[in-house]
T-cell receptor, first 111, second 114 residues
Framework: SQQGEEDPQALSIQEGENATMNCSYK?????LQWYRQNSGRGLVHLILIRSNEREKHSGRLRVTLDTSKKSSSLLITASRAADTASYFCAEGSGNTGKLIFGQGTTLQVKP | ETGVTQTPRHLVMGMTNKKSLKCEQHLGHNAMYWYKQSAKKPLELMFVYNFKEQTENNSVPSRFSPECPNSSHLFLHLHTLQPEDSALYLC?????????????FGPGTRLTVL
């Protein structure tokens, strides 16, 4: 299978805590993207990190990329109940717009 | 989510029915995508269209037939589906079909095949 793996599959934390999700990928990427999906809805793009970048920030989100280990992590700081959702990493490579999505991490933030 | 709309939101069909899913994007994009999301499986890319031309067919069975009449509209025609085709079908669009472009997703059509 081309799809990478995300770890953990499920995560439950209290509001205010930080949440860290990890993604391992398999292809030679030119970028790695993170998306969020609320239950049964469409995905929303969160952040893109290019293969020549090691870290990127957007608001409460911090993404790291280690191309030598083919892994990425998404950190959500000071979590809120509204952050409850599934989070997916997606490998971007080539010039066709094709993204390969991971299995996803289901995050529950308890108020 | 209003940038990409999908109809219907829910669809129940028998295996012998013919139905179509519709996607419309209001973002002025030139690339459109169909994805399938089954329970407990990763999101699977089905088709990519760039400037109305199909650029990717991810080994999708012929009972799924896409149509892209213009850059704003994308259809997925369904014929003689199987119960295992029950899933959430998501449409997305991007400026052009390159991997560095952000994809904007619609809310999906929840399909149940009886």
């Amino acid at each position: 299978s081309q799809q990478g793996e995300e770890d953990p599959q499920a995560l439950s934390i209290q509001e205010g805590e930080n949440a860290t999700m990890n993604c391992s990928y398999k292809t030679s990427i030119n970028n790695l993207q993170w998306y969020r999906q609320n239950s049964g809805r469409g995905l929303v793009h969160l952040i893109l990190i290019r293969s020549n970048e090691r870290e990127k920030h957007s608001g409460r989100l911090r993404v790291t990329l280690d191309t030598s280990k083919k892994s990425s992590s998404l950190l959500i700081t000071a979590s809120r109940a509204a952050d409850t959702a599934s989070y997916f990493c997606a490998e971007g490579s080539g010039n066709t717009g094709k993204l390969i999505f991971g299995q996803g991490t289901t995050l529950q933030v308890k108020p | 989510e209003t940038g990409v709309t999908q109809t219907p939101r829910h669809l129940v069909m028998g295996m012998t029915n013919k139905k179509s899913l519709k996607c419309e994007q209001h973002l002025g994009h030139n690339a459109m995508y169909w994805y399938k999301q089954s329970a407990k499986k990763p999101l699977e890319l089905m088709f990519v269209y760039n400037f109305k031309e199909q650029t990717e067919n991810n080994s999708v069975p012929s009972r799924f037939s896409p149509e892209c009449p213009n850059s704003s509209h994308l259809f997925l025609h369904l014929h003689t589906l199987q119960p295992e085709d029950s899933a959430l079908y998501l449409c997305a669009s991007s400026q052009v079909a390159v991997s560095t472009d952000t994809q904007y997703f619609g809310p999906g059509t929840r399909l149940t095949v009886l």
